[in-house]
C-alpha cells in the first residue's frame, strides 16, 4: 500500500463476494480490457476496471496510484475494495512503504522483498496494513512515455493465499494494457487541454467559433459563440443549425454553409473561407461571419464528424483586459491604461474623460504620455496597438 490519497471506492453493486481467482479466459479478457481502455477515455470509470482486477485476484484491495501525496497533498488513489472497509486517509509518508521507489515495470510481492518476520514487525504493516486487512500484496510500478509512475497494488488479507507464478503471469499481461491505457489517458487529457486553452484564448480576443458536422449540425461552441447566440441578436441556433434572424441573412448564411459542405473533398489550398455581415435587430454594429471547412482525414469519416468552422466576430464588443497586464506590457500608469482602455473600446477622448470623471486637460495629458510611452502618434494607432497586443488574451471571462 502506499501514503493516503483522495479514495474512490467502487460503488457497492460493483463489488463481487470473494470466491476462487477465475481462469482469464478469453471472454473475461475480453471485458476486463474493455473496461481498463474504457477508463483511459472516462477517468471516472477507473474504478470499474479495478473492480474486476479486484475479482480476478480474488483480491480484497486493488489500487491505483495516481498521483502519491506530498506535503500537505493527500494525492489520488483510486481503489476497488472487496467489503465496506475505507482505506484511513492518515496513512504513514510514502518512503515508510517497502514498495516505494520500485524499479519501474518490475512486479514483486511481500515475499521479493522482507521475510514474513520482518514484515509483520515493519511499522508500516503494523500501522498501515494490519488495520485494513492487508497482509499479502502484490506491487509494481508503471512508468507512461511522459515520465510519470503510476503504482497498481494488489492485496489479499492475512490467511489468504499467497500471490503465485499464476497471479504474476496474469497480472504481467494485463501490465501491458495498463500501461497502454495510461498512456492513451495522457494523450486524450492533453488533447483536452490544449483544445480548451484554443477555446480560451478564442473566447478572450472575443471571437466565438462554432463547429458544424456534415449536415451542417450544430457539434460545438466555445464560451464567446455561446455568450453571442445567447443574446439572440441576429443569429441563434434552431433545430441545431445555425440561423440568422432576417431571411435574406438566412439565405446567404445557409447557401454559404452549403457551398462549403460540398467543398469539402477539394484540396486544402482550393477550399473557400467566405464571409459575411450578419444584421441585428438591436441596431447595433452587424456580426461578422466567416466560414470555413475543417480538413477530414481518412479516420473521421462517418456521422457528426466535425467539417465547418463557423467564426463570428463581436467587433462591438467592450474589452475589459485587466489593467495590471496592460501596465507592464505597455509601462502606463493605472489611470493612463484605464483611459487606454476607454479609447481602445470606441470612445473618443472626451468620452473616454467624461466616463473616468477626470477633467478633458488630464485625460490630454494623459494620453500624450501614452503616446511617448508607446511610440505612436495618433489615437487610431494605439487603439490598434492595444486591440492587437497579448493583453487581450487576459480578458476577463465575465
Not at 361 to 367: K, V
Request: with cysteine.
Amino acid at each position: 500500500m502506499t501514503t493516503a490519497a483522495r479514495t474512490l471506492r467502487a460503488p457497492a453493486h460493483e463489488r463481487a463476494p470473494a470466491a476462487a481467482a477465475p481462469t482469464l479466459s478469453a471472454e473475461s479478457l475480453s471485458a476486463l480490457l474493455g473496461l481498463i481502455y474504457e477508463a483511459a477515455l472516462e477517468p471516472d470509470t477507473w474504478s470499474r476496471a479495478l473492480s474486476a482486477i479486484r475479482v480476478l485476484f480474488d483480491a480484497n484491495y486493488v489500487s491505483l496510484i495516481v498521483r502519491p501525496g506530498t506535503g500537505d497533498d493527500l494525492g489520488l488513489i483510486v481503489s476497488a475494495a472487496g467489503d465496506q472497509q475505507t482505506i484511513d486517509p492518515n496513512t504513514p509518508p510514502m518512503a515508510a512503504s517497502p514498495f516505494y521507489g520500485l524499479t519501474p515495470d518490475r512486479l514483486v510481492t511481500v515475499d521479493d522483498i522482507l521475510t514474513e518476520t520482518d514484515w509483520r514487525a515493519s511499522a508500516y504493516f503494523r500501522d498501515w496494513c494490519a488495520p485494513h486487512g492487508v497482509f499479502h500484496v502484490m506491487a509494481v510500478d508503471i512508468q507512461t512515455r511522459d515520465g510519470g509512475v503510476y503504482g497498481l497494488r494488489i492485496t489479499r488479507p492475512d490467511g489468504a493465499e499467497r500471490f503465485d507464478a499464476d497471479d504474476r503471469a496474469r497480472c504481467q499481461l494485463l501490465l501491458q494494457h495498463l500501461r497502454r491505457a495510461l498512456n492513451l489517458h495522457l494523450s486524450v487529457n492533453q488533447d483536452r487541454q490544449v483544445n480548451r486553452l484554443y477555446g480560451q484564448a478564442m473566447a478572450h480576443l472575443m471571437v466565438g467559433a462554432i463547429v458544424l458536422d456534415e449536415s451542417g449540425h450544430v457539434l460545438e461552441c466555445n464560451p464567446m459563440a455561446k455568450a453571442i447566440l445567447e443574446m439572440n441578436d441576429g443569429i441563434a441556433i434552431k433545430g441545431g443549425l445555425i440561423e440568422a434572424t432576417y431571411a435574406a441573412d438566412n439565405r446567404r448564411l445557409q447557401r454559404l454553409v452549403r457551398e462549403v459542405l460540398d467543398n469539402a473533398g477539394r484540396p486544402a489550398r482550393l477550399r473557400p473561407a467566405d464571409a459575411i455581415a450578419v444584421s441585428r435587430p438591436s441596431g447595433r454594429t452587424s456580426w461578422g461571419l466567416v466560414v470555413q471547412s475543417i480538413s477530414a482525414d481518412r479516420w473521421t469519416e462517418g456521422k457528426h464528424r466535425p467539417s465547418v468552422a463557423v467564426f463570428v466576430r463581436d467587433s462591438d464588443s467592450k474589452a475589459t483586459p485587466p489593467v495590471r497586464l496592460a501596465q507592464e506590457l505597455f509601462q502606463l500608469t493605472a489611470a493612463e491604461t484605464m483611459l487606454a482602455i476607454q479609447l481602445a473600446n470606441g470612445l473618443s477622448l472626451e468620452e473616454a474623460a467624461e466616463a473616468l470623471n477626470i477633467r478633458r486637460n488630464t485625460a490630454r495629458a494623459h494620453l500624450r504620455s501614452i503616446f511617448s510611452k508607446t511610440g505612436v502618434r495618433r489615437q487610431t494607432e494605439l487603439v490598434r496597438i492595444f486591440l492587437n497586443s497579448v493583453v487581450m488574451l487576459g480578458v476577463s471571462d465575465g
